[in-house]
Nanobody, 126 residues
Framework: QVRLVETGGGSVQAGGSLRLSCAAS????????MGWFRQAPGKEREGVAF???????EYAGSVKGRFAISQVSPRNTLSLQMNSLKPEDSGMYYC????????????????????WGQGTQVTVSS
């Protein structure tokens, strides 16, 4: 049974940093895509960062160069280091995993992910 538990959210001023963690269990990371997603009020959920096989990563354009995703095995801990935070980074952040997808282009598509954590709130004030 897949289980995902996020921690590390909070409030920070613009320009600050936060580190999110996701304790993941119940699956084999070698065969799963893992990602961080976020959702702001009134907006659709969007992909933020993706990782596969501990080293293959991808980022949304809006966070590239500021966020860093990492994964530590065998405990399957997924982390997201967020630097130079902006007010527009505010929202509920979720970690999610799914078995390897049929199409590489789906890796940041939240609709393609099967398992989700409960989310952790990030608030960035100006």
């Amino acid at each position: 049974q897949v289980r995902l538990v996020e921690t590390g959210g909070g409030s920070v001023q613009a320009g600050g940093s936060l580190r999110l963690s996701c304790a993941a269990s119940g699956f084999s990371y070698e065969n799963y895509y893992m990602g961080w997603f976020r959702q702001a009020p009134g907006k659709e959920r969007e992909g933020v960062a993706f990782i596969f096989a501990s080293s293959i990563t991808e980022y949304a354009g809006s966070v590239k160069g500021r966020f860093a995703i990492s994964q530590v095995s065998p405990r399957n801990t997924l982390s997201l280091q967020m630097n130079s935070l902006k007010p527009e980074d505010s929202g509920m952040y979720y970690c999610a995993v799914t078995p390897r997808l049929e199409r590489w282009s789906w890796r940041l598509d939240p609709k393609k992910y099967n398992y989700w954590g409960q989310g952790t709130q990030v608030t960035v004030s100006s």
